[in-house]
């Protein structure tokens, strides 16, 4: 594992050398790279550079410690509480990131559950470090969508975003309310529901791989 002042990281498959991407993933809430990593590497075409990140706050407890990109407080009743002030951080953190990999190459930043809050916001914020998005079962805080709402900038970075039926954790209704936002702002967003939960569905895997293709030719095309 390697790490830069704010956040670790690991790196898999291709080399800076021969890499025609790179992939920036994001983990769900008590997860690690490596799990964000094994669930989502079969939606990645070859020949991307693969940096798979790390929360800087752990959460859980052992031995299924993990870590998280802000801390949230669980209530009794209404919903959780999270900490902003750290996701605020994070997001500066993570953004500063995406400008260490190669960058005549085309940047997708993937994030699942409460990396793809993050990987949404960073959407909004800054389109222009990114060539694509794809967020799996994430949400939208509003504060964040009105602090930086989509524009044109936002129109030529095609989002995708995959959410189960049942997710338990982030109901579907929440996820499809932000992405009817994003589509009503001229946002190029596919909207991809799977019967499942909480999870990357594997099913998804060859369909969001050659989005992911499409995107890199296209940007190759356009530089």
């Known amino acids: 594992m390697t790490q830069t002042p704010s956040l670790k990281y690991t790196v898999h498959s291709a080399s800076s050398d021969t890499a025609t991407a790179n992939v920036i993933l994001l983990h769900g809430l008590g997860h690690t790279d490596s799990i964000v990593y094994d669930d989502i590497k079969g939606a990645i075409p070859s020949g991307a550079r693969i940096y798979a990140l790390q929360g800087p706050h752990p959460f859980g407890q052992a031995p299924d410690k993990g870590f998280g990109w802000f801390n949230i407080?669980?209530?009794?009743?209404?919903?959780?509480?999270?900490?902003?002030?750290?996701?605020?951080?994070?997001?500066?953190?993570?953004?500063?990131?995406?400008?260490?990999?190669?960058?005549?190459?085309?940047l997708i930043l993937i994030g699942f559950g409460q990396g793809g809050v993050m990987a949404a916001h960073l959407f909004l914020q800054h389109p222009e470090k990114m060539q694509m998005c794809i967020v799996a079962s994430g949400r939208i805080m509003p504060?964040?969508?009105?602090?930086?709402?989509?524009?044109?900038?936002?129109?030529?970075?095609p989002l995708i975003w995959v959410h189960g039926e049942s997710d338990p954790v982030i109901p579907l209704a929440a996820a499809q309310a932000a992405a009817d936002q994003l589509k009503t702002a001229g946002v190029g967003l596919t909207f991809m529901p799977h019967a499942g939960g909480h999870e990357w569905p594997e099913k998804f895997n060859s369909a969001v791989s050659a989005e992911i293709a499409t995107a890199i030719r296209n940007s190759q095309t356009s530089r």
């Open 73 to 106: 407080e669980f209530n009794e009743s209404g919903p959780p509480t999270p900490d902003l002030e750290q996701e605020a951080s994070s997001r500066q953190a993570i953004a500063a990131f995406l400008d260490t990999p190669e960058p005549s190459l085309p």
């Open 143 to 157: 504060h964040l969508l009105e602090a930086h709402p989509p524009g044109p900038a936002h129109q030529s970075v």
